[in-house]
């Protein structure tokens, strides 16, 4: 329920009073919030989807994501112009609206029609299957360069998480490049999870060099990072290889097929990982399909 409060507090109050009357049981499983203007708002859980009666004014929309933000705009400009922004606890909030040009770019997302807010869980465990068959052997762990790939909502920032818990607990020297603050969630320079007492976090800071900072400065065993996919990612990823460090990291797809065609395919025929590793959400979110040799 913890999570829940964090964004209750932060939501119109005319919103937040539909929500607060929910059965528990579906406040502790809530994994997405739906506003859409002029529609109910709409949960879904791993349980499935439900409807609040509450048709979404386009006011609301606007003091959501007031609220949300601390009407900072200038802290959460860069984001915004992605059409998200990540809010302390590692709450994701996508948002929708009429997108402003500038120079060939989207600079800024004004009109608000829709947003989707995201909710940050802490599954302590939830790795501990596939941290014990891919990285403990003869009684020692053995970090390995590994890439989960996962459709969208399939928990892969859940587990990556999970298993950087479980790398920092068995003394491993971990580093998170936290480019979006999902995987720790920093705030007020703690992070929101817990993920162990061998655990640097670098964040808010491009992957590219932000590996690159991690490698020189804190000397980590293994590094996490979340989502890659992009060209400037194949060469960070060789930087961690080139200095001996492990990666552990994702990206958005449905097979191995789909890390092939992706901008980084190219490091999977360089045998660049050891395993991969392919989520679905047949049986709920973090479910493993398979793991592979890479």
Not at 98 to 120: W, Y
Not at 136 to 145: D, H, L, S, W, Y
Request: contains cysteine.
């Amino acid at each position: 329920m913890e999570h829940f409060r964090q964004i209750l507090n932060r939501l119109p109050p005319s919103i937040g009073r539909e929500l607060e009357g929910l059965p528990a049981s579906v406040l502790c499983n809530l994994e997405e919030i739906r506003l859409r203007c002029g529609q109910q708002i709409r949960l879904e859980t791993g349980r499935g989807t439900q409807r609040v009666p509450h048709l979404v004014t386009v006011e609301e929309l606007q003091e959501t994501l007031n609220r949300l933000i601390r009407f900072s705009y200038y802290a959460y400009e860069n984001d915004l112009a992605k059409g998200f922004v990540t809010i302390e606890g590692g709450h994701r909030v996508g948002v929708c609206g009429k997108g402003v040009q500038k120079n060939g770019e989207i600079a800024l997302i004004k009109e608000i029609s829709s947003m989707n807010i995201r909710f940050a869980k802490e599954i302590k465990g939830c790795s501990d299957h596939l941290f014990h068959r891919l990285y403990e052997q003869g009684g020692k762990v053995q970090p390995a360069n590994t890439l989960i790939i996962s459709p969208p909502g399939c928990g892969k920032t859940t587990l990556l998480r999970d298993l950087a818990r479980n790398f920092s607990q068995n003394r491993i020297k971990v580093g998170i490049c936290d480019e979006r603050s999902e995987l720790a969630g920093m705030y007020q320079s703690l992070p929101s999870f817990d993920l162990g007492s061998c655990c640097d976090v670098l964040d808010r800071c491009e992957k590219t060099a932000g590996i690159r900072m991690l490698i020189r400065s804190m000397s980590p065993q293994v590094i996490f990072t979340d989502e890659i996919g992009r060209e400037q990612d194949a060469a960070a990823i060789e930087d961690c290889l080139n200095a001996g460090v492990c990666l552990i990291t994702s990206m958005h797809g449905n097979s191995r097929e789909d890390a092939t065609a992706s901008k980084i395919g190219r490091l999977l025929a360089e045998k660049a990982f050891r395993y991969l590793v392919v989520l679905t959400n047949t049986d709920g979110p973090g479910t493993v399909k398979e793991v592979q040799n890479a």
